[in-house]
């Protein structure tokens, strides 16, 4: 009965080079051209089930030249195949090796696109499996196959019978239908390249076993001639019974004739490897260990045949293995002098953070063998701390490698994968270290705040044993399965906040504190580096673009409200841009202007040839005159070129009403001011609180509320229960879209609701930060150098801070502390007498009316 099996009109199409693959047998087809490569990716690696992948296979001439792109003299007659498996690995490049059985022949007919990947339309020739049995009713057919059988059972006869694969081919004749025995048995002996092809091409049955019985015929001679030099002692085959391990057939049929040239430069250039790398490993220097585990691999790749997936994947292991710097390390010129002025000239500020740095490197000048510690600079983006890392490492006179974990959430980029997985390759500590080509590099982990945990492991937990001096003298990678010894590699992580970061990671790393910089360190940064930078990216000169400081100042307070440097320097750049072009046009019109008065020269050059042999000489002012430089930028030019200014003093403006505060706040971004608003009207004494908060500001705000209802008496003389019972108060922190969370958002909740309730407006010049408890105390917080700053950038002149953070105003500049009036509290009384211009409001009586208030 006829299958109803058939296969599609539109497949695509891969290119196979000096192989044929026939209908019924399997072959193994490494990927290596772009457009094979590309097809594999776009059309088999996206599917979960293969069994059902049809593809058309196309033989390519090897004696053409190989040229991805031309696709005018393709073979028209092709197989079509389902992909079975697909091995291969992602690194060091993507190698892959398809598994495919050939199902029948088809004719191309049109090819529909030949980029990325070849697609035609085909039609199918040969028949699917049983319906062939027709035509074997013809007898000269008839004849052909029980001959073809008959030889093929010969060949089998005449092999080693205790081979379990020669057992299996005769009991896959015996059942095999006569009208696949041509392509099966071309596949099996040793033929050339055009006698497949023309095996192939033999669209007509009797023709296809005229072309294959010579081949089936002239391996019987072969063996024929084997045995007789075996019997003479000519030849010695080794088999199974005497050694115990298979005949390899390959071998013996390719001692039957002689190789072609590209199998022998292929096996030649492929022993050449292999001895190459033997070599290699022999002076490489490696550990023992190392040395005995690439020597294993080593041994199972001469084993191996090329084209088996396996090969590709070893050779790329142990090219990782040589590649890695096990014994090679880069000597220490450490001049702590040297380091303190590089330092210095490198970041401007940041005093407590070079302190430390130099500390670091004179306990490393003095003892070169210590371990750790893992240095960790937390503050906000733009403040210098990336640099700081690649400072050290020109400063030790190491190399610097970068690995940026930000949005990390798989352990195998710590750790690497198992190399049992297809696309396996080493972690980013192992790949790090091959690219900087020494075991004692620096390493900064930027932004280890910023990974995530997902079902593949957290990479946070993966990097405990990298960060962990006692046990990263013993890193195992999962792709290299050998120790690295990683305790002389200097690790240096950055993180914008700690409150990301696990608690048994940070325990591994000395925090650093880089807070941001105050205006006048910013001035100077600008004036040192950035201004520098950017004129020379842009093609200035100092002699064509001036910005003063009064300019920078400007920018700074009226453009910018950062910790760091980045949008200063995006500021000054735009100024850059818009001065080129002023200097771009100033050029081109004088060019013109040249060009104009040098026709004029032309049209009346007699004239003033004739001036000129009359003695009266006169001197021509053709010459382009340049634009006025340099161009100086104001601040009427800065708001021309950037807009109207982006922050404006609006203290006074938000706080001209009760019920609203300025909270200090610590972000990611750093140091923020706050506006806290609270507003109240009839109802149940219900208390709503927006602003995206977290539950510790929720918490705040309770607390703050129970606080003014059992104090009310004691502090103000009258109760306020009855107002809180009857009204609904509603607090807001503006800038909603934003989420907030932490402990130093009582005291300003407090002198909110107290401006509330006493119709009293806060001071316009004060900020205020701390926590409360029921008891009315003033708990300290954290951030103070950050919220201090945060109050200089907005332009207040008054902070209130908790009595027991005044050892934190020791990182405070002098000249921060200088311009501000810093209050420090130990009770909410104290908060609230500060607030207020007349110190402690009286609250409104209890006989006022309220709806007359609201």
């Known amino acids: 009965?006829?299958?109803?099996?058939?296969?599609?009109?539109?497949?695509?199409?891969?290119?196979?080079?000096?192989?044929?693959?026939?209908?019924g047998s399997s072959m193994r087809i490494p990927v290596k051209s772009l457009k094979n490569m590309s097809m594999v990716k776009g059309r088999l690696m996206g599917r979960n089930t293969l069994s059902s992948t049809v593809i058309g296979v196309i033989p390519k001439d090897p004696n053409q030249p190989h040229e991805e792109e031309d696709l005018s003299n393709i073979h028209t007659i092709g197989t079509a195949a389902v992909v079975v498996q697909i091995t291969g690995t992602n690194w060091p490049r993507p190698a892959y090796t398809l598994l495919v059985t050939g199902i029948c022949r088809f004719r191309l007919e049109t090819l529909l696109q030949?980029?990325?990947?070849?697609?035609?339309?085909?039609?199918?020739l040969d028949k699917l499996p049983g319906d062939d049995a027709d035509e074997l009713e013809?007898?000269?057919?008839?004849?052909l196959a029980e001959n073809f059988r008959d030889q093929a059972a010969k060949l089998l006869d005449m092999l080693d019978t205790s081979i379990p694969v020669v057992s299996s081919l005769k009991k896959l004749l015996a059942s095999l239908p006569s009208e696949h025995l041509p392509d099966i048995c071309s596949t099996m002996v040793k033929a050339s390249y055009a006698e497949k092809l023309q095996v192939l091409d033999a669209i007509d049955l009797t023709e296809r076993f005229k072309k294959a019985l010579p081949l089936l015929m002239r391996q019987i001679e072969g063996l024929k001639l084997l045995k007789k030099a075996r019997s003479d002692g000519k030849l010695e085959i080794v088999t199974r019974k005497e050694t115990g391990r298979p005949v390899n057939m390959r071998k013996v049929f390719r001692t039957l004739e002689r190789p072609t040239h590209d199998e022998a430069d292929e096996n030649e250039e492929d022993s050449d490897e292999i001895a190459d790398m033997e070599q290699k490993i022999r002076t490489a220097g490696l550990p023992p260990h190392a040395h005995k585990a690439a020597t294993k691999e080593l041994r199972r790749l001469k084993k191996m045949p090329q084209l088996m997936p396996e090969h590709a994947l070893i050779r790329n292991y142990l090219e990782l293995v040589l590649d890695l710097p096990w014994n090679k390390s880069s000597k220490d010129c450490l001049d702590i002098t040297q380091a303190r002025k590089d330092l210095d000239c490198d970041?401007?500020?940041?005093?407590?953070?070079?302190?430390?740095?130099?500390?670091?490197?004179?306990?490393r000048q003095m003892k070169t063998t210590m371990k750790g510690p893992i240095l960790c600079f937390v503050g906000p983006p733009g403040v210098g701390k990336t640099s700081i890392g690649r400072s050290i490492a020109t400063t030790l006179g190491r190399e610097f490698h970068r690995i940026a974990l930000g949005g990390v959430c798989d352990q195998s980029d710590i750790r690497g994968h198992r190399r049992t997985y297809i696309g396996s390759m080493p972690g980013r500590i192992i790949q790090g270290l091959k690219s900087a080509g020494t075991n004692n590099p620096v390493f900064l982990l930027d932004e280890i705040d910023k990974m995530s945990t997902s079902l593949h492991g957290d990479p946070a937990a993966a990097l405990l044993e990298v960060l962990d001096p006692e046990q990263n003298h013993n890193f195992v990678d999962h792709y290299l399965n050998i120790a690295f010894d990683l305790s002389q590699v200097l690790f240096i992580a950055t993180a914008?906040?700690?409150a990301t970061i696990p608690p048994a990671l940070l325990d591994r790393m000395e925090l650093l504190t880089v807070p941001g910089y105050t205006v006048e360190e910013k001035v100077h940064i600008a004036q040192r580096h950035l201004l520098a930078k950017q004129l020379d990216s842009h093609g200035l000169t100092e002699q064509q673009l001036v910005l003063p400081e009064d300019t920078l100042r400007v920018l700074i307070t009226k453009y910018t409200r950062e910790a760091g440097v980045r949008t200063l320097e995006r500021r000054v750049a735009a100024i850059c841009r818009a001065v080129a072009v002023k200097v771009m046009?100033?050029?081109?019109?004088?060019?013109?202007?040249?060009?104009?008065a040098a026709d004029k020269e032309r049209e009346g050059g007699a004239g003033k040839e004739a001036v000129l042999k009359g003695g009266d000489k006169e001197e021509e002012t053709t010459m382009m005159h340049p634009p006025e430089m340099p161009i100086v930028i104001d601040e009427a030019a800065v708001e021309d070129i950037l807009g109207p200014p982006m922050y404006e003093p609006e203290m006074g403006q938000r706080l001209s009403q009760p019920g609203v505060a300025v909270g200090l706040a610590v972000t990611p971004m750093g140091g923020e001011i706050m506006f806290v608003e609270a507003t109240r009207m009839s109802g149940e004494g219900k208390l709503t609180l927006t602003g995206q908060?977290?539950?510790?500001?929720?918490?705040?705000?309770?607390?703050?509320?129970?606080?003014?209802?059992?104090?009310?008496?004691?502090?103000?003389?009258?109760?306020?229960?009855?107002e809180l019972d009857t009204t609904d108060i509603h607090i807001h922190f503006p800038a909603g879209a934003v989420g907030k969370d932490g402990p130093s958002a009582g005291v300003t909740v407090i002198t909110v609701l107290i401006s509330l309730f006493a119709d009293v407006c806060v001071r316009s010049d004060t900020a205020m930060?701390?926590?409360?408890?029921?008891?009315?105390?003033?708990?300290?917080?954290?951030?103070?150098?950050q919220k201090v700053l945060a109050a200089h950038r907005a332009g207040l002149t008054r902070v209130i801070l908790p009595a027991r953070n005044e050892k934190d105003l020791h990182d405070v500049p002098s000249n921060i502390k200088r311009e501000l009036s810093i209050i420090l509290v130990s009770r909410v009384e104290d908060v609230l007498n500060a607030a207020f211009d007349d110190g402690l409001p009286a609250l409104v009586p209890p006989e006022t009316d309220l709806a007359a208030k609201l």
């Not at 046009?585 to 104009?596: F, L, Q």
Request: proline share 5%.
């Open 496 to 498: 914008n906040t700690m």
């Open 1 to 23: 009965m006829a299958s109803t099996i058939s296969i599609p009109k539109r497949i695509p199409l891969l290119l196979v080079a000096d192989n044929v693959l026939l209908p």
């Open 769 to 785: 930060t701390g926590e409360i408890t029921l008891r009315g105390l003033v708990l300290p917080v954290g951030g103070i150098k």
């Open 693 to 722: 908060l977290g539950d510790v500001m929720k918490e705040s705000a309770n607390l703050a509320r129970s606080w003014l209802r059992a104090n009310a008496v004691k502090i103000f003389g009258h109760t306020l229960k009855k």
């Open 347 to 363: 970041h401007y500020g940041l005093k407590k953070l070079k302190k430390r740095v130099l500390e670091f490197l004179a306990v």
């Open 114 to 124: 030949e980029n990325p990947y070849p697609v035609a339309i085909v039609t199918q």
């Open 138 to 143: 013809n007898s000269e057919l008839s004849a």
């Open 585 to 596: 046009e100033t050029k081109s019109r004088h060019a013109k202007d040249a060009v104009v």
